[in-house]
């Protein structure tokens, strides 16, 4: 009896996992096959498709795909746009939300609570949704720059970076976090006399590890893979981001394959391999934008 | 004593004040601009005065006609038909095209029509690419936020399992949605190439060759489906995660309980986890809907809107008029019509979700 019942188990047990497995290589198998095909010349590319062997680095293998797809385009020039807008967005947001929830939370000033309100509600407006009249406004925007003053903030890099610095999200993100901080060692501090940039910077930022960490992957994520913003507003190839970049590829009579997929695996492993290696992060941050309903 | 502590005009405005100028030039500004440009003949760059034009563009998109094309009668009054025995109908055009007697068909295309006895019902629309958008964009959030909602509550459920390695399958599951939904758009677009592609290669393989293979971006038919199922495969393990968060604040004393009283699993499902997840439910379809009105990047990778308009949609349509076309007033009127759409959907969702007491 109790041989059958273990052996019950473990063939329960084994279909348990039979069905995550198999879950998991139809969430694998096409990042797996971009992978494998970015190190094949694109005719083997084209007739491995049909057996297993698409999966696999088996054939001519080589790094070929990737000198040429540097030779095609400016490869390195996108990826570092990209990196220096992803950064100094992620950055600036998390100081400016961090401030302004900061003000929301701990302290008290005229005209709060409506300001938050009408925050919350920006939260139901789609990017999408306002693109077009922001298109206009960054054709006639005024700047003060190196060249002195310029109409227009097309083709430059604040276009990409300073309309997405701030967001309901990031600061209702912080707004939700901060709320659950002691308030006595703030008043604490202020009793001992120190400035509210004195609390913010040394009480409340040290203890907010977390939430920085929240806020700044979910900033990362989405201005990493932008792509319909700078579609519009990017023309010069000096300052476009990896996701336009692609039309360099894509734009062809006869798309070479195996320098889109060594392409693609250039823009995606590092953000794969960072994700894999802060993953508890990265779900935790995803999962917290479930505090909002 | 703590209000004097905290009371700070100065300290609140100076602190609060770089988010929210941010907020009010970038998001609030652009919001009501889309509605005042909507109202306007604005373009992105025109020599000409811009001018208000009322609802002249919202008549332009949305304008609808019905009518009923009668067969044409020989002398006799009998109808005419054609050597294949079809019914013989007077061209559309001639009542669509500076016809006194029809102002309202004026400029109007057929969107769709359907026979009646003899006649021939017509629905026009002053748009009809524009109202095939509409109608994709409905049927893509209608089919892919139940399903992605139901199967992401799969997943989680699947992934709450207590077993070894369970955080590996979590964080492969959820591997996508880190991928740009660009990158995965490419990808996919290869792998539902006809003939020979991937995809008609593992289901024939699957099928043992019962399978005939198919053109999945190129067919009318398939193409939003194949997009669909690409964009569920994308964003699902997204909603897993806000699942599985809400799964895990039911508190496991209310399982034990349930077991106690003898409750089997589904009855456990049904009486202690999903009235548990109910917060989880109403905030899982607010976002896809969000999300999914907001579809973008596949059609513009994949299929630019075709075959024959099977996958256009309210956001492409959008930047193919405000930046394509470079007009900013079109544009503006779709994405107005976008947010108004989404609030009332957002709105309806949660009025049907309410706790009834």
Redesign the interface.
């Known amino acids: 009896m109790a041989v059958v019942s273990a052996d019950n188990r473990g063939l329960r047990l084994g279909a348990r996992y039979a069905v995550l497995v198999l879950v998991a290589v139809i969430f694998v198998f096409p990042l797996l096959f971009m992978a494998m095909s970015s190190l094949k010349p694109d005719q083997q590319l084209l007739s491995d498709t049909d057996s297993l062997r698409a999966f696999l680095p088996v054939g001519d293998i080589s790094l070929n795909n990737y000198f040429a797809a540097f030779e095609r385009a400016p490869i390195g020039v996108f990826v570092f746009n990209s990196v220096l807008v992803t950064g100094i967005t992620v950055i600036l947001a998390l100081f400016v939300c961090s401030l302004a929830a900061f003000a929301f939370v701990f302290l008290d000033w005229s005209g709060r609570g409506f300001i938050f309100s009408v925050l919350l509600a920006t939260l139901i407006i789609p990017y999408e949704s306002i693109f077009i009249p922001l298109l206009l406004m960054a054709s006639q925007l005024p700047w003060i720059g190196t060249g002195g003053f310029e109409i227009g903030w097309l083709n430059t890099y604040r276009v990409q970076i300073i309309p997405f610095v701030a967001d309901g999200l990031s600061i209702f993100l912080f707004v939700q976090y901060f709320k659950d901080l002691p308030r006595e060692l703030i008043e604490a501090s202020r009793v001992e006399g120190a400035s509210w940039w004195f609390v913010y910077r040394k009480v409340v930022l040290p203890l907010s590890g977390p939430v920085i960490a929240t806020a700044a992957i979910l900033k990362f994520l989405f201005m990493y893979n932008q792509y319909l913003w700078p579609l519009m507003v990017v023309q010069a190839e000096e300052i476009r981001p990896v996701m336009v970049g692609l039309g360099y590829f894509t734009d062809q009579l006869n798309v070479p394959w195996g320098e889109v997929m060594a392409y693609l695996t250039i823009i995606t492993v590092p953000v794969l391999a960072f994700y894999l290696s802060l993953q508890r992060a990265f779900i935790a941050s995803v999962a917290s934008t479930g505090v909002k309903g | 004593m ?2 004097k ?5 100065r ?6 004040l ?3 100028t ?2 009010a030039a ?6 009501f ?2 509605f005042a ?1 909507s109202l306007t003949n ?1 373009r ?2 025109s020599p000409n005065p811009t001018e208000y034009v009322g609802l002249e563009n919202y008549r332009e998109l949305l304008g609808l006609a019905f009518f009923t094309l009668e067969p044409e009668r020989d002398d006799a009054g009998v109808v005419v038909r054609d050597k294949d025995g079809d019914i013989k109908y007077p061209r559309l055009r001639k009542f669509t095209r500076n016809n006194p007697d029809f102002p309202a068909l004026q400029g109007k295309r057929e969107w769709f029509s359907w026979q009646s006895g003899d006649n021939r019902q017509v629905v026009l629309a002053s748009d009809v690419v524009f109202m095939k958008a509409l109608v994709n964009t409905f049927t893509f959030v209608f089919v892919v936020a139940p399903v992605q909602a139901g199967l992401a509550l799969a ?1 989680a459920l ?1 992934i709450n ?1 207590k ?1 070894k390695g ?2 590996l ?16 758009s ?3 677009q ?2 539902y ?1 006809p003939g ?3 995809l008609n ?1 593992i289901l024939s393989g699957i099928t043992f060759g019962l399978f005939e293979p198919r053109d999945w971006l190129g067919n009318p038919s398939t193409a939003l489906g194949s997009i669909m199922a690409m964009s569920i ?1 994308q964003g699902v ?2 909603h897993m ?2 699942w ?3 799964l895990q604040t039911i508190s496991p004393t209310l399982y034990e309980a349930a077991e106690i009283e003898g409750a089997s699993k589904r009855q456990a499902f049904r009486y202690v986890t999903w009235p548990g997840l109910r ?2 439910a ?2 899982i379809l ?2 896809i809907t ?1 999300q999914a ?2 579809l ?2 596949q059609i ?2 994949m299929t630019q809107g075709g075959p024959l308009d099977s996958t256009q949609v309210l ?1 492409f349509q ?2 193919e008029r ?2 394509g076309k470079q007009d ?1 007033s079109g ?2 009127t ?3 019509l ?2 108004l759409i ?2 009332g959907i ?1 709105l309806l969702q949660r009025w049907l979700t309410r706790e009834r007491t």
């Open positions: 703590a209000s502590l905290t009371r700070s005009n300290a609140g405005w100076l602190m609060a770089p988010g929210t941010l907020i970038f998001i609030i500004l652009p919001f601009l889309a440009f604005q992105l760059a997943l699947l399992q077993l369970i955080s399958f979590r964080a492969i599951y959820f591997m996508p949605v880190v991928v740009s939904i660009v990158v995965v490419l990808l996919w290869f792998i190439s020979d592609g991937l290669n495969w393990g997204f995660v806000i599985l968060s809400g917060n989880t109403v905030l607010i976002v969000m009105f907001a973008f990047a513009d990778v956001v959008a930047v405000g930046y900013i544009g503006s779709i994405s107005v976008l947010f989404v609030l957002s």
